[in-house]
């Protein structure tokens, strides 16, 4: 169990780095490697391909995903996918050029893409029974932690300096991968019977009896071993459709509720609603921290069917947060703010409460939960291609959230009344 705890860590903390580091300052990236007003046409589009390129590459290492783990392991997948994260930080951290800080955030994109997949199946692999939902929604704390991190280093340095500390969890991931054990399910599977065998002993403990869980995972493989295999079709067969609908639906909400869009564009948001950007960006994060403890610490005392109630009340929230958002920024309009004198001091007070209940709720229900059930509703020999499709979804709604946001953002009623 102790090497299970050890796991945890590693496996997540290259995801959130990789993910949030680039879009801190995104604005000052822009600034300086383009040099283009954001009022221009032409400028909104490329800083949106900035802002979204980094989901088309997660989507291509989504794609991939399920066969990369099948094929070299789950260490292998995430090793590799370290790895590719690596180069993208340091094509970032070179560039001179739009063309190279996008390259840079595709590769990103690919390495996460793969990760988003593969660390959620390997904390379930690892992990007791009545401690797997725990464990697997600490891998979306330890995302949110990164992601306070980031935003606390990166009110501090440049950008080029901060996409320099994104590769610090992509290393601490390679050397921990050399410390931790193989997924015994996966060594099973591949027919490493003495590996399976040593590497289960070693995350129960030494003293540990592994000869129910030894022979229940070898009844599964035996299983497995019986069924045909999966292609892209067999997701439509009656048995598997059910998984499908729930995985994928459960990631369409989560991601069309618009948090990559508030994530990616943090400091624009805040800015634009005359608050502080560093100091918003924090509150908001470490919130998020604190929510998303209290969730991982009842998600296996309610189980999974009230978890997925407790998804209707987080999307309520959401709702709620929006509004107090989308209504700060309409009292932004200039005839509103001429009639009365309190609107500019809401408009800031409304935005920092609005992102506030919007990221508390998603924190505690729609951030975590789909990625908990994605990895338990497969069988086995779904697996790989169901969650890549389930992940696919999930990246495709980021790139549709954070590539329309920023024209969203720039739009309004006030501005289509004057003729632009």
């Known amino acids: 169990m102790l090497m299970t705890m050890i796991s945890q860590p590693f496996t997540s903390w290259v995801t959130p780095k990789a993910f949030?580091?680039?879009?801190?300052?995104?604005?000052?990236?822009?600034?300086?490697?383009?040099?283009?007003?954001?009022?221009?046409?032409?400028?909104?589009?490329?800083?949106?391909?900035?802002?979204?390129?980094?989901?088309?590459?997660?989507?291509?290492?989504?794609?991939?995903?399920?066969?990369?783990a099948d094929y070299i392991g789950r260490k292998g997948a995430m090793g590799t996918a370290s790895m590719v994260c690596i180069?993208?930080?340091?094509?970032?951290?070179?560039?001179?050029?739009?063309?190279?800080?996008?390259?840079?955030?595709?590769?990103?994109?690919y390495g996460?893409?793969?990760?988003?997949?593969?660390?959620?199946?390997?904390?379930?692999?690892?992990?007791?029974?009545?401690?797997?939902?725990?464990?697997?929604?600490?891998?979306?704390?330890?995302?949110?932690?990164?992601?306070?991190?980031?935003?606390?280093?990166?009110?501090?340095?440049?950008?080029?300096?901060?996409?320099?500390?994104?590769i610090l969890p992509c290393m601490a991931l390679l050397l921990g991968l050399l410390f931790i054990p193989e997924s015994p399910r996966w060594l099973?599977?591949?027919?490493?019977?003495?590996?399976?065998?040593?590497?289960?002993?070693?995350?129960?403990?030494?003293?540990?009896?592994?000869?129910?869980?030894?022979?229940?995972?070898?009844?599964?493989?035996?299983?497995?071993?019986?069924?045909?295999?999966?292609?892209?079709?067999?997701l439509l067969d009656g048995q598997n459709i059910c998984p499908v609908i729930v995985?994928?639906?459960?990631?369409?909400?989560?991601?069309?509720?618009?948090y990559n869009g508030i994530v990616f564009y943090a400091n624009q948001i805040f800015e634009s609603a005359g608050v502080p950007p560093n100091l918003g960006s924090i509150l908001y994060s470490s919130l998020q921290v604190i929510v998303t403890l209290?969730?991982?610490?009842?998600?296996?005392?309610?189980?999974?069917?009230?978890?997925?109630?407790?998804?209707?009340?987080?999307?309520?929230?959401?709702?709620?947060?929006?509004?107090?958002?989308?209504?700060?920024?309409?009292l932004k309009i200039e005839i509103v703010q001429q009639?009365?004198?309190?609107?500019p001091d809401l408009v800031p007070i409304l935005a920092v409460n609005g992102i506030m209940v919007y990221i508390g709720f998603y924190s505690v229900g729609l951030g975590p939960i789909p990625w908990v059930i994605m990895s338990e509703i497969f069988p086995l020999h779904v697996k790989a291609i169901g969650g890549s499709v389930v992940t696919l979804a999930n990246w495709f709604g980021a790139w549709a959230i954070s590539y329309t946001f920023n024209f969203l953002m720039n739009w309004s009623s006030h501005v289509v009344k004057k003729g632009h």
């Open 294 to 330: 209290l969730g991982a610490s009842l998600i296996d005392r309610l189980g999974r069917r009230p978890l997925l109630m407790v998804n209707t009340v987080s999307a309520c929230g959401l709702l709620l947060g929006c509004l107090l958002t989308g209504t700060s920024f309409f």
């Open 188 to 234: 099973a599977r591949a027919g490493y019977e003495r590996e399976f065998k040593a590497e289960l002993q070693k995350l129960r403990g030494v003293e540990a009896d592994i000869s129910e869980e030894e022979a229940e995972i070898q009844e599964y493989i035996e299983t497995h071993k019986l069924l045909p295999k999966a292609g892209i079709m067999d």
């Open 112 to 166: 996460i893409g793969v990760l988003s997949y593969v660390v959620p199946v390997f904390i379930a692999e690892i992990t007791p029974k009545n401690q797997r939902g725990t464990l697997a929604a600490a891998n979306q704390l330890f995302v949110v932690t990164g992601l306070f991190v980031a935003f606390v280093v990166g009110a501090s340095v440049t950008w080029r300096t901060l996409a320099l500390t994104g």
């Open 20 to 68: 949030s580091v680039p879009h801190l300052k995104v604005s000052a990236v822009v600034e300086h490697a383009w040099a283009a007003s954001l009022q221009d046409w032409h400028s909104f589009c490329r800083y949106s391909v900035f802002g979204s390129i980094l989901s088309i590459g997660a989507m291509i290492g989504a794609i991939s995903s399920g066969w990369i």
């Open 339 to 343: 009639a009365h004198q309190l609107v």
């Open 87 to 109: 180069a993208g930080w340091m094509t970032v951290y070179l560039s001179l050029g739009s063309v190279s800080l996008d390259s840079g955030r595709f590769l990103l994109g």
């Open 247 to 258: 995985g994928v639906g459960l990631m369409v909400f989560q991601q069309f509720g618009g």
